[in-house]
């Protein structure tokens, strides 16, 4: 019988085969949204490092230029930083704390993204004389 089919041959069938691949496509796809997941992730953490560090810089110039003003600015970083950081916005707030301390909040907000804001808290006296 030529072409016939022996008992107990070894081997998989179409159908077998077929399933095994739709269970990796499965896995894959899977797998795929899980790498674009991250992607985003490590551009936020991204955003959040560079948003924290240009609030930092932001809180050392309070420190050196002394007893700031009450009152709130806002901006971006195209004056002292050009080309280098779009889409970064940032906010001072200074408020009256306790006697004479003054409580500068600085906040960077990267991309409009509020979830991967930077915000620091700086308390300042006027200097002794």
Do not use: K
């Not at 089919?5 to 797998?31: D, Q, S, Y």
Request: proline fraction near 4%.
């Amino acid at each position: 019988m030529r072409g016939a089919r022996c008992r107990g041959a070894a081997g998989f069938t179409l159908l077998e085969v077929m399933v095994a691949l739709a269970v990796v496509a499965t896995a894959f796809t899977a797998l795929l949204g899980l790498q674009v997941r991250n992607v985003r992730l490590v551009a936020r953490e991204q955003a959040y490092t560079q948003a924290l560090l240009l609030a930092r810089s932001m809180i050392t110039e309070v420190e050196l230029a002394g007893y700031p003003e009450v009152g709130f600015a806002e901006g971006d970083f195209e004056d002292t930083h050009p080309g280098r950081y779009p889409g970064f916005r940032w906010q001072r707030t200074v408020t009256d704390f306790l006697l004479d301390t003054r409580e500068v909040t600085v906040r960077v907000v990267p991309n409009g993204d509020e979830s991967a804001a930077a915000e620091l808290t700086l308390f300042v006296r006027p200097e002794s004389q």
